[in-house]
């Protein structure tokens, strides 16, 4: 079943693929690059997958946790025919300086926020005006 990846990175770790498309950035000053197709599919998952990187460096900033580089991928399924989505899952990972136990309370906490993801998982209506 095909996953329609994304990856989208930050800091250390932006993308220096020729094709990564590059876009500025609040948190960071040389901006974010992202890997992507530029079908539905993989749209949702780059939603997704971007609300989760400026929320590692929003939630870290109030943490007081130094951030180097993040990068996010997120994948998923969907029902062949129906475009039922099976769910996306997403990967973070991190350059900083912290400790392993404030990364992971890091993690949790965009989990717990991330305004995209939350809005994904509680489901929403979709209607053409």
Do not use: K
């Not at 890997?35 to 993989?42: L, N, R, S």
């Not at 780059?46 to 997120?74: F, K, T």
């Not at 900083?96 to 993801?117: C, K, T």
């Amino acid at each position: 079943m095909e996953q329609f990846p994304v990856v989208v990175g930050a800091g250390s770790f932006r993308s220096v693929d020729d094709e990564a498309i590059r876009f500025p950035h609040r948190w960071t000053p040389e901006g974010v690059t992202v890997e992507a197709a530029f079908t539905g599919a993989h749209l949702l998952h780059l939603a997704a997958a971007g609300c989760v990187l400026n929320d590692v460096y929003r939630e870290a900033d109030g943490l007081g946790v130094r951030i180097d580089g993040v990068r996010v991928s997120a994948e998923g399924g969907f029902d062949t025919g129906t475009w039922v989505s099976h769910g996306i899952s997403y990967h973070v990972e991190l350059d900083s300086p912290a400790s392993a136990e404030e990364l992971a309370r890091l993690l949790a906490r965009v989990d717990e926020v991330a305004e995209i993801p939350r809005a994904i998982r509680a489901g929403t209506s979709v209607r053409r005006r």
